[in-house]
């Protein structure tokens, strides 16, 4: 079983709808969830960082966090054309050492059609 | 402020040959962390640094080595190459101990023929 799973899509709306990207993980010792926003042939870039349980708003993008059942989501409000792209989700637990073990989920591909 | 800069941006290289990938961090972070993306799956862990010492390293062969220079640019190595190395190559850097949030750069992407 891979630690974090999350389903590849491709995930394809209509301009304006709202867009919810989901990914699972298996390992309680995760503390940190962050979302990366990754265009074609580039690197992931930064959208959301959370490490606790809850709601966390920037914009148009909510990222949701549910520790107790191991499930964490991305939500994308009145999706844009340039919102196409693939998402990943990410995780980290400090590894003995004290560095931070990132584990990322395979990624989802969204695009939004005008 | 410039971001996270890797070279080369592209990359040809035959099976059994060497290849040598640069990581400039943003300026002020020490932490340089190195991944390998497969086209398809997302970054796999291959090493971080720290203050020029390996802090951890991925499931990957002895084929693969990395450093860190004092003002905390970084080097990925790959001896021996395999076809299956082909990949984009993606650093990362963090102002860690204060966060632990990486920024990426763009890649390198590796062909390897």
């Known amino acids: 079983q891979k630690e974090v799973e999350q389903d590849p899509g491709p995930l394809s709306v209509p301009e304006g709808a709202i867009v919810s990207l989901n990914c699972t993980y298996s390992n309680s010792a995760f503390q940190y969830f962050m979302w990366y926003r990754q265009y074609s042939r580039k690197g992931p870039e930064l959208l959301m960082y959370t490490y606790s349980s809850g709601n966390k708003e920037d914009g148009r993008f909510t990222a949701q966090v549910d520790k107790s059942s191991k499930y964490i989501s991305l939500f994308i409000r009145d999706s844009q054309p340039s919102d196409s792209a693939t998402y990943l989700c990410?995780?980290?637990?400090?590894?003995?050492?004290?560095?931070?073990?990132?584990?990322f989920g395979t990624g989802t591909k969204l695009q939004v059609i005008p | 402020d410039a971001g996270v800069t890797q070279s080369p941006t592209h990359l040809i290289k035959t099976r059994g040959q060497h290849v040598t990938l640069r990581c400039s961090p943003i300026?002020?972070?020490?932490?340089v962390s190195w991944y390998q993306q497969v086209l398809g799956q997302g970054p796999q862990f291959i090493f971080q640094y720290y203050e020029k010492e390996e802090r951890g390293r991925g499931n990957f062969p002895d084929r693969f080595s990395a450093r860190q220079f004092p003002n905390y640019s970084s080097e990925l190595n790959v001896n021996a190459l395999l076809l299956g190395d082909s990949a984009l190559y993606l650093c990362?850097?963090?102002?860690?101990?204060?966060?632990?949030?990486?920024?990426f750069g763009p890649g390198t992407r590796l062909t390897v023929l």
């Open positions: 300026s002020g972070h020490k932490s």
């Open positions: 990362a850097s963090a102002d860690y101990p204060s966060t632990d949030t990486q920024y």
């Open positions: 990410a995780m980290s637990a400090q590894i003995s050492g004290g560095y931070q073990k990132v584990t």
